[in-house]
């Protein structure tokens, strides 16, 4: 996975201030300082996740948890709450360039949890999730996958694709009691559709 890079603009440095002096009474108007060379941009607002719904499933979901790679083998640590969905922190977000990535648990020793349903998702179903900046960005579902996770397709999830996608995961198949752990994952792959304001509307 590529890591993204940010570069900084570099502004000329502004001369020091004089010691201030007694104000002199003039009729002329005083002459506005022009500034030369480039000047610095704002910086960008960070924008997140912060609801998704995705109706077909029942899920209707806030606050969700930023989501890291494990350092040493690379792989999306899960969320540490089984009832929470997270989003890949260094991943865009939903609605901008690139496939965002959402990630969530099945289940645990007390049941089902929030992606338990995820498998039964079909082609067109609909998935909204809510930004930060107050946007709302509607998916429809292309396809759901099934892959052992030893053969996980890191270049299909995470590499570059055109125009903004989405990623669902979790995981699936047959349970391995000697690892605690399930034998494959399941992947959603969605693609953008025209937005739904009253998805959320109480």
Do not use: W
């Not at 502004?14 to 480039?38: D, I, K, M, N, W």
């Not at 998916?139 to 570059?160: C, L, M, S």
């Not at 494959?184 to 509307?201: E, G, K, Q, T």
Request: glycine share 8%; hydrophobic share 40%.
């Amino acid at each position: 996975m590529a890591a993204a890079c940010l570069v900084a603009g570099c502004a000329a440095g502004a001369a020091q201030p004089h010691a201030p002096v007694a104000a002199e009474t003039s009729s002329t108007a005083p002459t506005t300082q022009q500034l030369s060379g480039p000047q610095p941009i704002p910086a960008k607002a960070v924008v997140t996740p912060i609801r998704v719904a995705i109706p077909a499933i029942g899920v209707r979901q806030s606050a969700l948890e930023a989501l890291t790679r494990d350092p040493g083998t690379g792989e999306l640590r899960p969320p540490v709450d089984f009832d929470r969905i997270g989003y890949y922190r260094e991943g865009p977000a939903p609605g901008d360039p690139g496939p965002a990535v959402l990630a969530g648990h099945v289940d645990d020793t007390t049941g089902p949890k929030v992606f338990f349903r995820l498998r039964e998702l079909k082609a067109g179903d609909q998935v909204t999730v809510t930004r930060s900046d107050g946007r709302d960005v509607l998916f429809h579902v292309d396809a759901v996958e099934q892959y052992p996770k030893d053969a996980f397709p890191t270049n299909a999830v995470y590499g570059p694709a055109p125009g903004s996608s989405l990623r669902l995961i979790t995981c699936g198949g047959t349970f391995d009691a000697a690892a605690r752990s399930y034998r494959d994952n399941i992947v959603v792959y969605a693609s953008p559709s025209r937005p739904n304001p009253h998805l959320f509307a109480s």
